[in-house]
Antibody, heavy 121, light 107 residues
Framework: QVQLVQSGSVEKMPGDSVKVSCTAS????????MHWVRQAPGQGLEWMAW????????KNAQKFQGRITVTRDTATSAAFLELSSLSSDDTAMYYC??????????????WGQGTLVTVSS | DIQMTQSPSSLSASVGDRVTITCRAS??????VVWYQQRPGQVPSLLIY???TLHSGVPSRFSGSGSGTDFTLAISNLQPEDVGTYYC?????????FGQGTKLEIK
């Protein structure tokens, strides 16, 4: 069965960077696009970025331009989100998700368990 | 960027009622809309894709409709386990924007 297992919760200081991992299993990693979505406490869902694991192509939301990096390692079936210049506004649960259908955007049919990133001085 | 405007932001209904949630895109997006349910304290889960196709395992009392700019999620015969927040999302092209969410409570 499809599983997305994310790295554990972290606490960071303002100005730091954070790197969250998402390890996939139960399917061919390269065949499905992956996304990163975050949710601040008590707030709604916010789409951050997308990666095509087959070729490494990425797109991200404009608000994160310059401080977001999304990568993948096909050898370990893992995707990574790195966010720099953290502020308290980045305190949120971060989710990796997998598209429902192969090769194209189709909605997030599978979700990781979430990684809580807390930014505090 | 295309915006997704959901309404209402919250609603309260009784068990057995039928409720509807709407999502309006600022530009036409065909049928490239999905709906998610997020129960309290849980990870979101996919309900409907391609605007109207029920995801595997989702009860048939959930339904979706619409195309272009206006989309609707309907829940008939409301059940206590339907409590949570519902989100629409566009996926025709990046950015894959979510609606603001609709919090559903049971009276």
């Amino acid at each position: 069965q499809v599983q997305l297992v994310q790295s554990g919760s972290v606490e960071k200081m303002p100005g730091d960077s954070v790197k969250v991992s998402c390890t996939a299993s139960g399917y061919t990693f390269s065949d499905y696009h992956m996304h990163w979505v975050r949710q601040a406490p008590g707030q709604g869902l916010e789409w951050m970025a997308w990666i095509d694991p087959q070729n490494g192509d990425t797109k991200n939301a404009q608000k994160f331009q310059g401080r977001i990096t999304v990568t993948r390692d096909t050898a370990t079936s893992a995707a990574f989100l790195e966010l720099s210049s953290l502020s308290s506004d980045d305190t949120a649960m971060y989710y990796c998700t997998r598209d429902l259908a192969r090769y194209y955007a189709s909605g997030s049919g599978f979700w990781g368990q979430g990684t809580l990133v807390t930014v505090s001085s | 960027d295309i915006q997704m405007t959901q309404s209402p932001s919250s609603l309260s209904a009784s068990v057995g009622d039928r409720v509807t949630i709407t999502c309006r895109a600022s530009q036409g997006i065909g049928n490239y809309v999905v709906w998610y349910q997020q129960r309290p304290g849980q990870v979101p889960s996919l309900l409907i894709y391609s605007a109207s196709t029920l995801h595997s395992g989702v009860p048939s009392r959930f339904s979706g409709s619409g195309s272009g700019t206006d989309f609707t999620l309907a829940i008939s015969n409301l059940q206590p386990e339907d409590v949570g927040t519902y989100y629409c999302q566009k996926y025709n092209s990046a950015p894959y924007t979510f609606g603001q969410g609709t919090k559903l409570e049971i009276k």
